[in-house]
């Protein structure tokens, strides 16, 4: 019905057209007598005749339009792929269909390569900026002083900020390295410890590694990436406090006896950019730890799901819904 209507509206012409013809043969046989009964079959034949035409008509416009339609569904509507043009107005607008197509193709293809150029520039630098911070490292570690220390908590800081951006680029590219196979948590958890035992000192903060006893398909890489973050997070909001790391209920969990988040910024915690009161009052937060977790971990099959509470602490947990049984 939707169609039909849709089709008349587009045929009211004729309509008209049939209305003004009527009148004047009312008027012309109303002038020279003629008996009304000859106007109403005139009228009639000619109403027939109209009504079978818009009828074939309608027929084949509804054909052509679902055709359009399946095509548009499927986006197969190319310029190559276009319906032969009925006349001259259709192929008007079907050459602006292929003008407007080829402006949006060639924008298309400056804007990948901006973003090409872009992302190869920013790998160089991440890769470039990688031998100084190894060498600062190298330095400081001849030293054990209060000064020192602070440096390489700092220096530790910019690599994890480096390794945050590389993260960035590899994800946003074509070919993502995601290599899912049977891991064992418990090394993956050790090794990303040990890398943040320095802050873990410094901070005085008390670590307690629960049972890790599992084994989970996911990307080793990738899944220590986002622990490092969570871990990152941890020290950061919680000085001189407790961080816990086990696996419970299915669930990879990384706990903190830190400051909390408020209720009204769990919802966005994921967002790009997005710190919170905590970010703002700290001075030091991104917004792209856990947002790059989130997206990694959903690429991934995982979810990642927070929970916490204003001067008690916060509870990260990570759930592997594909498990090692029903992998092939």
Known sequence: MKLLLAYLRRQRHWAALYALVAAIFAVVFYLHDVPLVALSY??????????????????????????????????????????????????????????????????????????????????????????????MRLLLQGEDTDLSRELEAQLFRINQYVEMVLAYLRMGSESRDYVLRPCSLEPVVKQSVKKFAPLFIRSRIKLELGDLQMTAITDEKWLAFCLEQLLANAIQYAPRGTVTVEYRDGRLVVRDTGIGIAPEDLPRVFEKGYTGLNGRREKRATGIGLYLCHRILTNLGHTISIASEIGRGTEVAISFPRQPDAWE
């Open 42 to 135: 005139a009228l009639l034949l000619c109403g027939v005749v109209l009504t079978l035409a818009l009828g074939c008509g309608f027929v084949l416009w509804r054909r052509r339009h679902l055709a359009l339609a399946d095509k548009i569904r499927a986006e197969m509507l190319t310029a190559e792929r276009l319906p032969e043009a009925l006349d001259l107005v259709e192929e008007d607008y079907q050459t602006l269909y292929r003008e407007a197509l080829r402006s949006k193709t060639l924008a298309l293809d400056r804007r990948d390569q901006q973003e090409k150029e872009l992302t190869e520039y920013y790998t160089l630098w991440v890769h470039q900026i990688k031998t100084p911070i190894s060498a």
